[in-house]
């Protein structure tokens, strides 16, 4: 019974490379979120989307893209992967204003 | 603006013992702040949280406190145990949305034997 879901776990790929991280909630949210977590343990939101449109960009490589099918999905697509891409990357659920839930995580590694 | 951590802070306790943690915010048009607990090889977990019209918020061991002069929040745990052990964020909603939250650099805690 996971709320927010994500996959795969752990993504080790190739420079260059095109890759996706999927994640799913059945929270019933309608907001869902992608974060980057570098090294450091910083955490930085990249997008929000809210019934599926587009709230918040921050100044992310346009190589990053993420789509939303329906409000339970928000996908990451990431094209030409580099090195400075590694990172662990986390997606999230709220309602508007509210408590973000957050998955597990995927531990991307660029080689 | 943000706050950019170079590093990592760590607090250590002694297991009984209670810990602050504390964490400096941005943005004095912030209006709601969570504190996030983040085990090893998890995700962030909602701890606690407050908004602005209030100074303190107690919950079963955690105890938040809001400085809006000095923009200043702090967690308090009561009798730290080993299960305690993680990092541990505070974050601020940005927009009027509640859809930016903007993440601190985090505090590590360790809980000593």
């Known amino acids: 019974d996971t709320a927010v879901s994500q996959t795969p776990k752990y993504l080790v790929t190739q420079m260059g490379n095109d890759k996706s991280i999927k994640c799913e909630q059945n929270?019933?949210?309608?907001?869902m979120y992608w974060y980057k977590q570098d090294s450091k343990k910083f955490l930085k939101i990249m997008f929000s989307?809210?019934?599926?449109?587009?709230?918040i960009n921050e100044t992310v490589p346009n190589r990053f893209s993420p789509k939303s099918p329906d409000k339970a999905h928000l996908n990451l697509h990431i094209n030409s992967l580099e090195l400075g891409d590694s990172a662990v990357y986390f997606c999230?659920?709220?309602?508007?204003?509210?408590?973000?839930?957050f998955g597990q995580g995927t531990r991307l590694t660029v080689v | 603006g943000e706050s950019v951590g170079l590093h990592l802070p760590t607090l250590s306790v002694q297991e009984g013992d209670n810990s602050i943690i504390n964490c400096a915010y941005s943005?004095?048009?912030?209006?709601?702040f969570i504190w996030y607990k983040q085990e090893s090889g998890k995700g962030p977990q909602f701890i606690i949280d407050?908004?602005?019209?209030?100074d303190k918020r107690q919950g079963q061991r955690v105890t938040v406190l809001l400085n809006k002069t000095v923009k200043h929040l702090s967690l308090q745990i009561a009798a730290t145990q080993p299960g305690d052990s993680a990092v541990y964020f505070c974050?601020?909603?940005?927009?009027?949305?509640?859809?930016?939250?903007?993440f601190g650099p985090g505090t590590r805690l360790s809980v000593l034997p």
């Open positions: 989307y809210n019934n599926k449109e587009l709230i």
């Open positions: 407050i908004r602005s019209n209030m």
């Open positions: 929270l019933g949210h309608d907001t």
């Open positions: 943005n004095s048009a912030s209006d709601y």
């Open positions: 999230a659920s709220s309602q508007p204003g509210g408590v973000a839930f």
């Open positions: 974050a601020e909603n940005t927009d009027n949305y509640g859809q930016n939250f903007v």
